[in-house]
């Protein structure tokens, strides 16, 4: 059995520790003795060896036990364990694919940072992506919609940063790199159900006729603009800054040059649309065309429609000056819905897809690089199909004839 013995130094002023055993535990064989400064040591070493069968513990169990220095010359030491591999969170993955999104606008940029900054860090920031899962991504969704989100709002911000960022996650790398997800959480995964949307679009004559006169009793000026933005299914930020350049008069046209955007919280004038579908040239009837050009007639304007201080208007003052009691004063004379400013645009081009318009046309009035947007998002189902539905069924019934009889 293995021993410890104490040993003095020649100068008799220190003392060291020598472990011994004889190889095997066998009295026949050779004895061996490391020695050592410390007896704690000297004895975990002891251990060791009684451990090891009363045999030099290997190179293995030396470098682990922390005796590297007993290690054979030329036995390198066990390599330190390689620190953990960081984790790639939600967060940190997220930032990366910001940073590398092609030619952003600094606002878009802003919104999408704030978007995830305050409804998805929070939840998932911190998770490693690469083990997110649906069910998280679900829960994720309730969570936004039990907090007030309009399904609306929620299918924006899935549908603009968090597919996106989950897509890129699912795809090599620029350098060839594997891909750090292998399927992507939100594919299959429905926005959470809530209350039913209200309808917000003008579906008939008499509900367009209700909403201007409510519009032209409040206020002319503003009335004006709605009712090219009605006529032409223009975004707020194209009409609104509309300047009297854009408007062929002898074309009957207005054309998307330049728009109003808000950034770090002011409305300023984009030189350009935000997409290349953005430029466009939209027709006007002839009663609107009047209207317009009578404005653009006016010397000095640098807009066609202007706020009461004559620079554009400026949305939050505009809807809540104008628009909120011009929708109040509609509802109260007999609409039959609340209706929203962009419900104009849904309006138009729910309006145009009825009457047949074909989808090319559809897509280049409204600015969008997809028919699929146009038609999924902006038509909508209306009533208009009912009476020529009932004529339909009723000569397919032969309705004169049951009524004969049945009498």
């Not at 975990?44 to 590297?68: D, I, N, Y």
Request: aromatic fraction near 6%.
């Amino acid at each position: 059995m293995a021993s410890v013995e104490k040993r003095t130094t020649k100068d008799g002023k220190n003392s060291r520790w020598r472990v011994k055993w004889r190889e095997g535990g066998r009295r026949e064989n050779l004895w061996s003795s490391r020695t050592f400064d410390y007896l704690a040591d000297a004895k975990r070493f002891r251990t060791l060896v009684e451990s090891a069968g009363e045999r030099m513990p290997t190179p293995e169990q030396l470098a682990e036990h922390g005796f590297a220095e007993l290690l054979p010359a030329g036995v390198p030491a066990a390599p330190a364990p390689e620190p953990a591999e960081a984790v790639l969170t939600f967060r940190a993955y997220a930032e990366e694919w910001l940073g590398q999104l092609v030619k952003p606008h600094p606002e878009t940029v802003r919104k999408y940072r704030e978007r995830l900054e305050k409804h998805v860090y929070p939840r998932i920031g911190d998770r490693p992506i690469v083990e997110i899962t649906r069910r998280e991504m679900r829960e994720w969704q309730q969570a936004l919609r039990d907090a007030g989100l309009s399904a609306k709002t929620i299918a924006n911000i899935r549908g603009e940063t968090v597919v996106p960022i989950f897509k890129a996650a699912c795809r090599p790398g620029e350098d060839g790199e594997p891909a750090v997800r292998t399927a992507n959480p939100m594919d299959g995964l429905p926005l959470p159900e809530g209350p039913r949307a209200e309808r917000d679009i003008l579906e008939s004559p008499d509900e367009a006729r209700l909403f201007l006169e409510a519009a032209y009793q409040v206020d002319p000026e503003a009335a004006d603009l709605l009712l090219c933005k009605l006529s032409t299914g223009l975004r707020w930020g194209e009409v609104s800054a509309l300047p009297p350049r854009a408007v062929s008069v002898a074309r009957g046209t207005v054309s998307i040059v330049q728009v109003l955007r808000k950034v770090n919280r002011r409305w300023v004038v984009e030189p350009k649309p935000k997409t290349k579908q953005g430029y466009r040239e939209v027709p006007l009837p002839a009663s609107v065309m009047r209207m317009v050009a009578e404005r653009v007639a006016k010397p000095g304007r640098e807009f066609v429609f202007v706020a009461p201080r004559g620079n554009h208007w400026r949305y939050e003052d505009f809807y809540t000056d104008r628009w909120v009691k011009i929708r109040d004063l509609a509802r109260e004379k007999g609409l039959p819905r609340r209706m929203t400013m962009h419900g104009l645009r849904h309006s138009l081009l729910t309006l145009l897809a009825t009457e047949g318009v074909d989808l090319a046309a559809l897509r280049t009035m409204a600015g969008h690089a997809s028919v699929t947007t146009t038609m999924n998002v902006y038509v909508h189902a209306t009533r208009r199909h009912h009476e020529p539905v009932r004529q339909i069924v009723a000569d397919f019934l032969g309705v004169d004839e049951l009524a004969a009889a049945r009498r």
